[in-house]
């Protein structure tokens, strides 16, 4: 809307899991939107006091001959990295129909967003970091492609807290955000994860071994780590485990 007029409504249908009859839940919303329109139109008319003089017709409706809706416009805002597979139309939820009955039957569409169906180019066309959010989501099962939009995208170095908390959220980014951080830096904040858990792998490895010289060769774990070469500051993380 502008100042003076109101052009339709928008309306955002958030989905962190497929609906697999979106476009009839879509389509009674809009319906209920509509009819809550013709009722104010109705309501408005009976306390202007303005059906005078009108015709039955437009008296019985509530709705004049000059009245109009707004156009209602929802989109459906999939917060996955998975295709949706579910119908995006009403005639897509029928079982198999004859034409002639389906020209009779007006079709309703779901006007969907899915990270998967977007093609890197067009993420350009956002204009808020709903385009990082959902370029992370789409790759989110691909490490070597977020790691390519990561490293690409500059706005990922100071990504907003709500941004992140709707990451870890959806796809499980597990993207540490500080008390009283207002943006994180989610490349950074990757590296690090991806280094704690390279840092836990070998540690585990580590003790692994350990065991095994324990195990086998009835060594204590002093012995064992002493015939590994074990430095110190890996000792530490290593004991409190054996």
């Not at 009819?35 to 008296?59: F, M, N, P």
Request: glycine residues 4%; negative net charge.
């Amino acid at each position: 809307m502008d100042k003076h007029t109101a052009y339709l409504l928008l309306a955002i249908e958030n989905q962190s899991n497929i609906h697999y009859a979106m476009p009839v839940k879509n389509m009674v919303y809009d319906a209920l939107q509509y009819a809550k329109q013709v009722e104010e139109a109705a309501a408005s008319h009976k306390r202007s006091g303005d059906y005078k003089g009108v015709g039955s017709d437009e008296y019985l409706s509530g709705f004049m001959k000059e009245d109009c809706l707004l156009p209602v416009v929802t989109l459906v805002v999939y917060f996955d990295s998975k295709e949706w597979d579910g119908p995006l139309s009403i005639h897509e939820m029928f079982a198999k129909q004859d034409k002639r009955v389906l020209n009779l039957i007006p079709d309703y569409k779901v006007n969907l967003i899915a990270p998967a169906f977007i093609k890197d180019e067009d993420f350009g066309k956002f204009r808020s970091s709903l385009k990082e959010v959902l370029a992370f989501i789409k790759y989110a099962r691909n490490k070597d492609e977020l790691k390519r939009i990561l490293d690409e995208d500059a706005a990922f170095r100071c990504l907003g807290r709500d941004e992140v908390e709707v990451l870890n959220a959806c796809v499980g980014a597990k993207i540490l955000v500080n008390k009283g951080e207002e943006a994180v830096d989610v490349c950074l904040a990757i590296q690090q994860m991806n280094e704690e858990a390279a840092q836990k792998e070998r540690i585990s490895t580590l003790l692994q071994s350990i065991k095994n010289l324990m195990d086998n060769l009835g060594m204590t774990a002093e012995q064992a780590m002493n015939a590994m070469g074990i430095l110190e500051q890996d000792r530490k993380r290593i004991q409190p485990l054996i």
